[in-house]
Structure formats: C-alpha cells, structure tokens
C-alpha cells in the first residue's frame, strides 16, 4: 500500500472517531473535558491527511500524524485511569465569559450548566469505555501512521 493511501486510512480513522464523538453527542453523551482534549489531536491527524493530499511526497507528515494519534490515545489512557480511580483528574474547569451580567443572572448560569464528570462512565461496551476505545483505536492509527511514514511515497 502507498503511503498516501495509508495516510488516508490513518487520518480517515481519526475522522470516523471524530464523527462517532460528534454522534454519542449528539444522542445526548455530553463529552467532558477530557473527551474534548480527546478529540483536538484528532482533528490535527485529519488536516494532516488533507495536507498530504495536497503534498504526497512529503514523509514528516505521517510522522506527525502518528504523533497526533499517540497524544490522543495517551489522553484515552489518561483518561481511563481517571475513570477506573487509578488517578486524580484534573480539578479545574472552563465556563464561558461572565461580564455584563448581574449577579442573579450569573448564579442561574452556575446553576443551570450540566456537570460532566470525567471520572463517571458515560457508555461502555464488553467493559470499556470511550475513553479506553478511543485509547485501543488510535494507538492502531497511530502503527498505520508509522508504516506510512516508512512507505514508498
């Protein structure tokens, strides 16, 4: 196989857990902040596909597309343990701009924002969750990248 079509099948791999994401989302899994750090290496593995479209002949670019799918499937490890108590998560978390508004409006802003624990397991399957599959998945993507790196152009 080409390196251009295994990178093609790596960054299109990272697209199908992006959209699967985008889908348990969607069917109402809000992602927490983890999932989210999840899905940012992802979206750079599926540029990296599409610059490489753009300059075939170019092998960093495989490697930085295994970098990508390393990272993410790191942050799957990471948080998995968070999820099974191997480790604390992190305590911080983000919200949106609060100026301008008064203090009533800002206590019912507090009050109605969900909270998406990264330690609670939203949906599993045979005993893992998204996080973990997320993990398995990508390291594989991230062996195709590898391979592509070390193909013929």
């Not at 597309?65 to 998560?89: D, K, S």
């Amino acid at each position: 196989m080409t390196r251009l079509r295994l990178i093609l099948l790596a960054a299109g791999g990272s697209a199908a857990l992006l959209l699967g994401a985008f889908t348990f989302q969607y069917f109402g899994y809000p992602p927490c902040k983890l999932c989210l750090w999840q899905r940012w290496p992802h979206a750079v593995a599926i540029l990296l596909g599409l610059l490489a479209v753009a300059f075939p002949g170019i092998a960093p670019i495989a490697l930085l597309g295994a970098i990508a799918a390393l990272t993410t499937g790191g942050i799957g490890v990471y948080h998995t343990g968070v999820e099974r108590g191997w480790w604390e998560g992190p305590n911080t978390c983000t919200s949106g701009s609060i100026g301008g508004l008064s203090s009533s409006e800002l206590l019912d802003k507090i009050m109605n924002a969900p909270l998406i624990r990264c330690d609670d397991v939203a949906w599993q399957l045979m005993g893992l969750s998204m996080a973990s599959w997320n993990a398995l998945i990508s390291f594989g993507l991230a062996a195709i990248w590898v391979v592509a790196w070390r193909a013929r152009a």
